[in-house]
């Protein structure tokens, strides 16, 4: 008896999960809903972008999915060291800006790979992923909370896991020329292949469980911080951290890089930034402030749990 092709039933599973994800934010935020749009990809393929704007909640958001396929791309093969070969990518992509700015920022990604020769078998594939907290004003205790939910994830399915991913997110979300951290961190992994220890089916089994973790590690914090009341001069520092948001998304993360290079769907690969931002010349929180606060914990990745 055949089993499902992995990438069958890793993109039944996002389908899934895109929708409980958005229906349970849509309940969060009380008045926005999600707008859908289904696209196609010419060199083949498509996905199904979701989009929240203006919510009470949410300022901006987007749940999208897309599996996509075809010859890999001049700019890839170079990047993967391969030459002409096809490939199959689909994965699930998130990001919440909300509007109040206590309530922190999140990104989430899982996503699935396969590469192929000239006769149509799998010569490579993995599994990549993770999620992370991007605050303005810092509640440690919010922090602790998310990785406490990530860890829990890991640790069922692997001792080290939590340590190992979340270094990888540290280093990975690290904005090099302003020698600072995008946020608090969480987990990110890539290149998950088969070994000695996980198979295919064990790396499923644990992407999965990441994925279905989220709405636990994030939704609690917006239910905690939403109605707190803010001042434009929290606003204004909201705007200016969305700033080094986008600054990373542009000049270092491999993902938007991708979606550049393969001509995937501009409107899906910018959906991550944030609608209202500014950058302020050589601005500086001052002295003591919670601002500061937040600045002096993003210069070195921090222990949460």
Known sequence: MNSTPMKDKFYSYIQNLQDTITSKLEKVDGSAKFQEDIWKRPEGGGGRTRVIENGSVFEKGGVNISAVHGKLPKSMQNYFEVDDADFFACGLSLV???KNPFVPTVHANWRYFEMYDKEGSIVDQWFGGGQDLTPYYLFEEDARHFHTICQGAC???HPDFYEK???KCDTYFWNAHRNEARGVGGLFFD???ANKEMD???WYGFVTEVGDSFLNGYVPIVLKRKDLEF???HRTWQEIRRGRYVEFNLVHDKGTLFGLRTNGRIESILMSLPPHVQWKYDHHPKTGSEEEKLLEV????KKWV
């Open 96 to 98: 919440l800006h909300p």
């Open 155 to 157: 640790d069922k399915h």
């Open 165 to 167: 991913y979340k270094e």
């Open 191 to 193: 290149y998950c292949k």
């Open 200 to 202: 295919m089916e064990a």
């Open 231 to 233: 001042t434009q001069e």
């Open 298 to 301: 993003l210069k070195t990745p």
